[in-house]
C-alpha cells in the first residue's frame, strides 16, 4: 500500500513540511513525493532535494518532468497512468488547492471523484499560513528577489545554503587584503539578489563568520560568470579543491561598480567591519 503527495515541492518549505507530516502518518507500506519537476532553477538543487527528503523519512521521490505531453494530459489520465498504474496509491495527500491536468482543469473535487474509481482516498490539508498569507515558492522566491534570506529562512524551515568546490581566481582580494575564498553556484539553484550578505561558511578547518559576495564582481571582470566570493577575516588557509558551505545570514548591500580597486578596498572594509 503507497501513499502518495504531489506537488512541485519547489524548496520543500515549511508548507510542504505540513504535507509530508501527514503524508506520514498513513497508515502504507511505502511513502511517496510525486515532485514535479519544472525547468530552470529552482529553491534546492535535485541531490539536496533527494538528501531532505531522506531525512524526513520518505521512502521514494519520483520525479515528472514537465513536458508538453504531461501538460496535455486530462485530469483521468494522469489520475491513471501516474497514481494508479506508476505509483498505485492508496492514499493520496495534497493541498486544498491543489490542481491538476490539463490547464489545471482538475480540482480536489475531481481527485475525490477518480480516486473512487481508481481505488484510493483522497486526504485534503489546509494550507499553511504564516505573516497573514499562505506559504508558497512563490513569497519566497520574491524575498529572494528582494535579498531578504531572513523572510526567506522563515518561510523555508531550513537554512539558505550554496556549496561548491573552492576554486582559482584572480586573487586581487589577497593583494588588497581581503583573500577570499570562491565557487561557482549550482545551475540547478536559484540565487537571490546579487549583492553582499553576512553569512557563515563551513570548510573543513571549521566554521567562520564571514562576508560573502553573489555576482560578477563588475568593478574588476568584464565577463558574466557568476560566482560566491566569502572573506573569513584573518583566515587565509589554501583550500582550493576542498568543499565548502556558504550560509547566507543578511544582506548589507547591493552589489556595485566602484571607480577604482581603491574604492573597493575602502567599501570592504565597511562591509567586514562586524569580522
Known amino acids: 500500500m503507497t501513499s502518495v503527495t504531489i506537488g512541485k515541492?519547489?524548496?520543500?518549505h515549511k508548507g510542504h513540511q505540513k504535507l509530508?507530516?501527514?503524508?506520514?502518518?498513513?497508515?502504507?507500506d511505502t511513502s511517496v513525493v510525486?515532485?514535479?519537476?519544472?525547468?530552470?532553477?529552482?529553491l534546492l538543487t535535485k541531490q539536496e532535494q533527494e538528501e531532505y527528503l531522506s531525512a524526513a523519512g520518505i521512502d521514494r521521490l519520483v520525479r515528472l518532468p514537465f513536458t508538453a505531453d504531461f501538460a496535455?494530459?486530462?485530469?483521468?489520465?494522469?489520475?491513471?497512468?501516474?497514481?494508479?498504474?506508476?505509483?498505485?496509491a492508496r492514499h493520496v495527500i495534497v493541498g486544498t488547492d491543489f490542481r491538476f491536468g490539463y490547464q489545471r482543469s482538475g480540482d480536489i473535487e475531481a481527485l475525490t471523484t477518480l480516486g473512487k474509481?481508481?481505488?484510493?482516498?483522497?486526504?485534503?490539508?489546509?494550507k499553511l499560513e504564516m505573516d497573514g498569507?499562505?506559504?508558497?515558492?512563490?513569497?519566497?522566491r520574491a524575498a529572494y528577489e528582494k535579498g531578504s534570506v531572513e523572510e526567506a529562512e522563515h518561510m523555508l524551515g531550513h537554512e539558505i545554503t550554496f556549496s561548491g568546490m573552492v576554486r582559482h581566481g584572480r586573487e586581487l582580494g589577497r593583494t588588497i587584503g581581503f583573500p577570499t575564498l570562491n565557487l561557482i553556484p549550482d545551475e540547478e539553484k536559484?540565487?537571490?539578489?546579487?549583492?553582499?550578505?553576512?553569512?557563515?561558511?563551513t570548510t573543513t578547518k571549521g566554521q567562520f563568520r564571514a562576508v560573502s559576495n553573489i555576482g560578477v564582481r563588475p568593478t574588476v571582470n568584464d565577463g558574466t560568470d557568476v560566482t560566491i566570493e566569502s572573506h573569513l577575516g584573518h583566515f587565509s588557509e589554501d583550500l582550493y579543491g576542498?568543499?565548502?558551505?556558504?550560509?547566507?545570514?543578511?544582506?548589507i548591500r547591493p552589489e556595485m561598480r566602484f571607480d577604482s580597486v581603491g574604492e573597493l578596498k575602502d567599501q570592504m572594509k565597511k562591509d567586514a567591519c562586524f569580522l
Open 9 to 12: 515541492f519547489d524548496g520543500f
Open 72 to 88: 496535455r494530459q486530462t485530469p483521468e489520465d494522469f489520475v491513471r497512468l501516474v497514481l494508479a498504474e506508476q505509483l498505485e
Open 190 to 201: 536559484l540565487l537571490p539578489r546579487f549583492g553582499v550578505y553576512e553569512s557563515v561558511v
Open 117 to 126: 474509481q481508481y481505488g484510493f482516498s483522497v486526504h485534503p490539508v489546509e
Open 242 to 251: 576542498e568543499k565548502i558551505f556558504v550560509r547566507l545570514v543578511r544582506f
Open 20 to 28: 509530508l507530516r501527514e503524508l506520514l502518518k498513513c497508515e502504507a
Open 34 to 42: 510525486c515532485k514535479i519537476d519544472l525547468p530552470g532553477p529552482g
Open 133 to 140: 498569507s499562505p506559504v508558497s515558492s512563490t513569497r519566497i
